[in-house]
């Protein structure tokens, strides 16, 4: 059996010093045991796909959808990480999926289940009361797809934790550029999400790249490849307009990294702080058609292709230093963060175009589905928030969020499509070596930095947003605070 000299010689020092205080990067916990699962959560009905203005129904599946689950018990500390392809996680779906699990085995522990979204938009609503899905046997209602989910997720929650088993891990960093900004700044201050970059008053792109590929490898004891979660500053939005169930661009990932290191390996993958980033570049975009046109492969490949030579190069080095017994800690927290503010001039903005859009529907009930979501969520969900802030403007909403020191990494998630600077901020302040982003574990809404507000657009306006930036420099605040206090 292979051992590294890392983990023997720290092994062996936590050993002999046991009562003597050590040096922090000598720290070490209980053997670490791992398990991994991965299930198929592709629907088998039509469902509704989530993601756009527009109500899409898919009938037949362009690929399958996976939950991905990786399982971790280190003494009394345990884990799970789990990645969706799923666009976002309600409140109410986390919930029956972490119900699920407990139903099935009351020994896991549901309030360590760090559930991720890749964010893929061709995958199946998860709204309850969402306006225009038919009604019929043919197509599952958003209750009977939860359910559904939930039913098949746990079931690879369970599998992942009955396959726990001493095991080791090792992690790297690579740089490629996956996710690329995709607001665009004009002379007169004005953003726009994809906008036009070919226009005389276009100055820059908005916010900033994160290019890290950050990769863990989890072993059996044996050290055989069980598991790789990838964290990459991207969403999963390739294809997010078509009307067939798509597990994007991280299906050809999963397949890339199968075929190199095994068809059992189970693969996670890992949407960074990415609420104003895309997988299509605003800029060189003939200049990258024309390489994937002599590469012969298409933008999910392309995208795949780069993310599989970060993770074998990491995977080279990394495989060096493997880690039988690194200290697992796991803080889980709900904050309360201070709703975005509504101005009154965009309070009447919004109530005139809720007006609209409910006279609309009189005009042409065709369009009922479209239209019921901007009067609902998009415009009315402004009205009610300035009310509500005119009545209580210290308002809040919770918010969950889970900080995880697995050895000298840590992995921290959100549920929000956060801006890349936030995600930026943790890490420059992280105590740890490498420092993971995870967003998208809850419900989703867009958090943009003051300079998007001041923009405007898509994505920075009050519709596209419940917490605004005061509220993401406490995210960021607190998330440091905790790193620091599982580094003492």
């Known amino acids: 059996m292979k051992t590294s000299f890392t983990s023997a010689a720290v092994g062996a020092i936590c050993g002999l010093l046991s009562a003597w205080l050590l040096l922090p990067g000598l720290v070490c916990g209980a053997p670490l045991e791992v398990g991994a699962a991965s299930v198929d959560i592709t629907p088998n009905k039509t469902v509704a796909l989530w993601g756009q203005f527009g109500l899409r129904l898919s009938t037949k599946p362009d690929t399958p959808l996976s939950a991905n689950a990786v399982a971790l018990k280190s003494g009394e500390a345990t884990t799970t990480f789990v990645s969706l392809d799923l666009l976002q996680l309600p409140e109410v779906f986390v919930k029956a999926v972490r119900d699920a699990v407990a139903e099935k085995d009351a020994s896991i522990d549901v309030e360590t289940i760090v559930l991720t979204a890749t964010h893929t938009h061709t995958a199946p609503v998860l709204r309850p009361g969402t306006p225009g899905i038919p009604v019929n046997p043919e197509t599952m209602s958003v209750e009977e797809t939860i359910a559904f989910l939930a039913d098949k997720i746990s079931d690879g929650i369970v599998a992942a934790w009955k396959d726990v088993a001493p095991g080791k891990m090792s992690y790297g960093l690579d740089r490629n550029s996956i ?36 990769s863990i490898f989890f072993y059996d004891r044996n050290d055989n490849l069980k598991a790789i979660a990838v964290n990459v500053t991207c969403p999963s939005q390739v294809v997010e307009g078509q009307s067939a169930i798509n597990a994007d661009f991280w299906l050809p990932v999963r397949e890339n990294l199968k075929a190199r290191y095994g068809d059992g390996v189970v693969v996670l993958g890992w949407g960074g702080a990415a609420g104003d980033m895309s997988p299509r570049p605003l800029l060189h975009k003939a200049a990258n058609a024309r390489m994937r046109g002599l590469r012969g492969i298409n933008e999910m490949q392309e995208l795949a292709r780069r993310i599989d030579l970060s993770v074998s190069q990491t995977f080279e080095a990394a495989e060096k230093e493997k880690f039988a017994d ?140 419940l917490i605004g930036p005061e509220g993401g420099q406490m995210l960021v605040d607190k998330t440091v605070e905790i790193i620091d206090q599982l580094w003492k």
């Open 179 to 214: 996710g690329f900004g995709r607001r665009a700044v004009y002379a007169n201050g004005s953003a726009q999400m994809y906008g036009n970059t070919n226009r005389p008053d276009f100055v820059h792109l908005e916010g900033m790249d994160d290019d890290d590929v950050g």
């Open 326 to 465: 690194p200290v697992l800690k796991h803080v889980a927290v709900t904050l309360q963060l201070p709703l975005n503010k509504i101005t009154e001039a965009q309070y009447r903005e919004a109530l005139n175009a809720y007006k609209n859009v409910l006279a609309e529907v009189e005009k042409d009930p065709a369009s009922a589905g479209r239209v019921a979501f901007m009067a609902r969520d998009w415009h009315h969900g402004v009205v009610k928030r300035y009310e509500q802030l005119q009545k209580d403007p210290g308002a809040t909403y919770p918010v969950e969020i889970h900080v995880v020191r697995l050895g000298d990494l840590v992995v921290c998630s959100n549920p929000f499509e956060l801006y890349c600077e936030y995600g930026i901020r943790i890490k420059a302040r992280s105590k740890a070596t490498q420092t993971f982003i995870l967003q998208m574990s809850g419900f989703g809404s867009y958090l943009p930095t003051a300079r998007a507000q001041a923009g405007g657009s898509y994505s920075a306006i009050p519709q596209s947003n």
